[in-house]
């Protein structure tokens, strides 16, 4: 059975209702999704409403989160590449309309455009979806993103650039490519120089598979039909494990994703970016205002991420390396993230200067029936 251990209690600043239906929501998810620890923190105006952990950060020794607990971000990550890019952009060193093969010639037989890589409509292979990653190359600890991309150069385009908007990785790690290539500093070291270190961001850093940090929650898996689904069926470490049972996450070094998705911290480090978005930092005019503009599609539709919800909105990719969508009658930033042991979920509300940041251990798919009740008890139609 897993334990609720709430260790920071929440800020007097939300109504008593807001906290007790928060409080629900993560003592229901985590029971209903068999999650082992949950952070949330809430900020409005950049002060701190709302912060609390509960349960454990590794179960074996029965260690408890707590809302300096660090945790992987996922594809929270796409996030500061896309900014690492617009940066970049309003200091001339690129532009936008740049074909990738300009900055990376292996890529000079695709057609797309930094500005369509950003919205997801650059057609690129995902080399996330091999058969051959995820079985052989994924827990490595020796091989960087050189693996992904020579996979991905060597293959077609999967559609003409423009024409569609599928969520694709393997953009984003040639996007941190291009970083490196405009800023001649590492992906990394661009990250720190440039975003963290004026922001005050302590604790964030890039994913390092042999060094382990202090206070840093272990990822676990309910292996169930849901999540077996989401890998190959001839990768024979997955059959193996029976359903129904909690085990720590598999390997994975995400370094090999680094601009998709490898950056590990607190979630106040998120806060923090939060309400820097929020107050328009790092970003000036047109360009701030194209980080939360949403993509078109060559035929001028929006480019949105997947099927239409009728009940909040159907959401849509934004420059900005996240989604806008509508929630309680609220335009919404947000993206989730997830690496094979964690869910995350970021999100502010411009209209109402709030800014949310959820952290999971448990990397199963859907997590919504914990993330829309904290929502709904936030935003306020």
Same mark, same amino acid.
Request: hydrophobic share 40%; with cysteine; proline share 6%.
């Given at each position: ?18 906290? /007790? ?42 260690? *408890? ?5 660090? #945790?992987? #971000? ?63 190359? !994924? ?77 840093? =929650? ?30 720590? !996450? *598999? ?15 607190? =979630? ?23 980080? #939360? !503009? ?10 949105? /991420? ?12 934004? #420059? ?10 609220? /335009? ?50």
């Amino acid at each position: 059975m897993l334990l609720h251990l709430p260790l920071i209690c929440a800020l007097a600043s939300l109504t008593p209702e807001q906290s /007790t239906a928060i409080d629900v929501a993560v003592k229901q998810g985590m029971s209903e999704r068999h999650i082992p620890s949950v952070v949330v923190l809430v900020d409005r105006d950049g002060k701190r409403e709302y912060e609390k952990a509960w349960g454990l950060r590794q179960m074996a020794d029965k260690l *408890p989160a707590t809302v300096e607990t660090r #945790y992987e #971000y996922g594809s929270l990550t796409k996030q500061f590449t896309a900014m690492g890019i617009l940066l970049l952009a309003q200091e001339g060193k690129l532009t936008l309309d740049d074909p990738v093969g300009k900055w990376l010639p292996a890529f000079a037989k695709f057609h797309a455009t930094i500005r369509q890589t950003l919205v997801h409509m650059g057609g690129f292979p995902d080399f996330m979806d091999s058969l051959e990653y995820v079985a052989t190359i !994924a827990p490595s600890p020796f091989l960087g993103t050189e693996w992904g991309l020579d996979w991905a150069a060597a293959r077609p385009e999967v559609f003409s650039p423009g024409t569609q908007a599928v969520y694709d990785n393997t953009g984003y790690v040639i996007l941190a490519r291009i970083v490196e290539q405009a800023s001649h500093l590492s992906y990394e070291q661009f990250l720190h120089d440039r975003i963290f270190v004026p922001l005050g961001m302590k604790t964030v850093e890039g994913y390092r598979m042999l060094q382990p940090r202090p206070n840093t =929650a272990e990822g676990y898996l309910w292996w169930s039909k849901e999540v077996g689904a989401q890998f190959p069926e001839k990768a024979r470490t997955v059959q193996l494990i029976q359903q129904d049972t909690m085990t720590v !996450a *598999p390997p994975w070094n995400v370094r090999q994703v680094d601009g998709a998705g490898f950056l590990v911290g607190e =979630a106040g480090d998120l806060q923090i970016w939060n309400n820097a978005l929020l107050k328009g930092a790092l970003l000036q005019g047109k360009w701030h205002d194209l980080y #939360y !503009a949403v993509g078109l599609l060559a035929d001028g539709s929006p480019a949105f /991420t997947g099927p239409e919800n009728k009940t909040q909105g159907r959401a849509a990719y934004t #420059y900005g390396g996240m989604a806008k969508f509508t929630f309680n009658g609220q /335009t919404v930033y947000g993206a989730n993230g997830g690496t094979v042991g964690f869910l995350t979920l970021t999100a502010t509300v411009p209209s109402q200067h709030l800014s949310i940041t959820i952290f999971t251990n448990e990397g199963q798919i859907d997590h919504s029936k914990l993330t829309a009740p904290i929502l709904s008890a936030l935003i306020k139609p």
